[in-house]
Every structure is written in C-alpha cells, then in structure tokens.
C-alpha cells in the first residue's frame, strides 16, 4: 500500500456508508461470488472527489439518504495484482489510488437498490468495521485497514444519530 499521485494509478473514490448501528455496508461483486467490497469507482473528468463520491454511492447502491461525514487525509493507493493489471483498464493502471469518504446512511433498507444502474453487486449487507478486511480480496486489504484505522473513529463518532 502506498500514498501517491503518479499518473500509472487510475483515480478513484470509495465509500465507507455506515447505518445509525455503526455497521458498514458491502457489497458481493457480481462478477467474483464471494468478493466483497465497499462501494468505490473512478473519477470522471472534470469531477471533484467529493461528487465522485455520492454519484458511485447513487449507482452502485441507489442510495441518494447519505451524508459525507469524513474522508481520508490523504490519497491511498493499492497496487493489482500483475494479472489483473494487465486486464482491467486495458492495462493503463498498475492499480488506484482512492479517496475515501465516510457517509452517514440516513435512509433505510428499503432505499437500496443494487439495480439502480449497472449492477455490479449482487447481494449486500451490514458488517461490523472490524470485518471488513477479512472480506476483502488479499491485495486491498492493507488499503481497508488504513480506511477503518482512520474512519472509524468518524463512524463512531456519528452512529446512532
């Protein structure tokens, strides 16, 4: 895991959605059964990270009832596996590098909808934050431990409200 800005690392966000419990929202890809992930994407031209944010959060979940409460003080990078960096994005990126955003779930289940655009889950639920990593496919995890590590503290301060 690295902090970067070099150009060979696609730009992205990632969500941290929390409920009034605490509990984090993840998602089974639909192209990996068994692979879990919290809601993330790529920036789009011209967009600023907060607005990436709430957009990948409304596609990938339909979820639009959700408050930005935090985000990473810095930029986290994770680097693909070689296999996969030859694949995805044509091979243009050796992996991402993510700001991270916590959003407080202000609606309710009924509010989630993985059809809502192109589905890329295919089933979801709420996990305690010191789950996430052991969900996670091996080469993110160093990245989800440094998302908990320092979001976590803006998920407590904020659940149950």
Known sequence: MKTVTERRYRPGVGILLFDARGL???????????SWQ???GGIDEGEVP???ALRELAEETGVRAAELVGETSDWIAYDLPAD????????????????????????????????????????WRWVALDELAGLIVPFKRPL???VVAELGPVVKAHAGK
Do not use: C
């Not at 984090?24 to 068994?34: K, S």
């Not at 993510?98 to 509010?111: I, L």
């Open 50 to 52: 907060r607005d990436a």
């Open 24 to 34: 984090a929202f993840v998602g089974q890809r639909n192209d990996a059964p068994g």
């Open 84 to 123: 996969l960096a030859a694949r995805i994005w044509g091979g243009r990126f050796a992996g991402q590098r993510q700001k991270w955003f916590a959003a407080r779930f202000t609606g309710s289940d009924a509010d989630i909808d993985l059809d809502a655009h192109e589905a890329e889950f295919d089933a």
């Open 144 to 146: 989800y431990a440094r």
């Open 38 to 40: 919290m809601p993330q």
